[in-house]
């Protein structure tokens, strides 16, 4: 017995894509939508209930540009050179993953809505061990993932992004984040272009599983 349709429940996860091509860049995204998505990421787990997550939503559009320009520092000629270096080893997946990672880098100010999930850090020691870790992170991937879903069920779609992070401060400086805040990405978010979406080649699972014991 399933509890919920398992077709509709199975394609959602398995057919939520990084967006980045298929962002619709014309269509208004209205802030209702945005809010409905972030109250379910309220549902997401968090190490000791601690419920740390903050989000930080960008419309305006000068703060975007603002962002974008800051992203692309961020991305430099590394997709670029990815790209290539992924084409002449002949893997095609990878070179079509960075040919859009650099598009999106290209369009990011055009993209309706950025969205900054962040989690409250300032109860950590300056350099904590890396046992501390997936507890932070642990407390934040999980709802930006319910996020990610819950768009996808509203026909929009985003990608986890990372590269504006190696500019941190300038970005927490041009939003008002304080100290003790982490940002821990940008989503882009917007329509998409058309709603079929497939799932992507991934290796067999059991590649990648290990059952009572590594080997
Ligand atoms: C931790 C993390 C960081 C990522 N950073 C970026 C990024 O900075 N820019 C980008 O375009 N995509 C980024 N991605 C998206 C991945 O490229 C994407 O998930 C991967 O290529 C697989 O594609 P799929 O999600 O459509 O299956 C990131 C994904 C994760 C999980």
């Not at 208004?28 to 989000?55: K, Y």
């Not at 000068?62 to 002949?90: I, P, W």
């Not at 079509?96 to 300032?122: F, K, T």
Request: hydrophobic share 40%; proline share 7%.
């Amino acid at each position: 017995m399933s509890v919920y349709d398992l077709a509709t429940t199975d394609a959602l996860l398995s057919t939520t894509r990084a967006v980045r091509k298929r962002l619709d860049l014309k269509k208004p995204v209205p802030d209702q939508v945005i809010r409905e998505c972030l109250e379910l990421t309220l549902q997401a787990p968090t190490g000791s209930n601690r419920q740390g997550w903050r989000w930080v939503v960008v419309t305006d559009a000068d703060k975007r540009a603002a962002l974008a320009d800051l992203y692309r520092k961020g991305v430099g000629s590394y997709l670029k050179e990815s790209g290539e270096q992924a084409k002449t080893e002949g893997r095609a997946q990878d070179g079509r993953v960075y040919d859009s990672a650099q598009y999106l880098a290209d369009h990011l100010q055009e993209v309706p809505v950025h969205v900054i999930p962040c989690i409250v850090v300032d109860h950590l020691p300056e350099n904590p061990p890396r046992r501390v870790w997936p507890g932070v992170m642990g407390s934040i991937m999980p709802a930006v993932w319910s996020f990610q879903l819950a768009l996808r069920a509203r026909g929009l779609g985003s990608a986890l992004t990372t590269l504006h992070l190696a500019y941190e401060k300038e970005a927490a400086e041009l939003l008002g984040i304080p100290d003790g805040i982490m940002q821990c990405g940008l989503l882009p978010v917007a329509y998409t272009i058309g709603t079929e979406f497939k799932p992507a080649k991934r290796p067999p699972l059991d590649d990648v599983l290990h059952w009572n014991q590594w080997s």
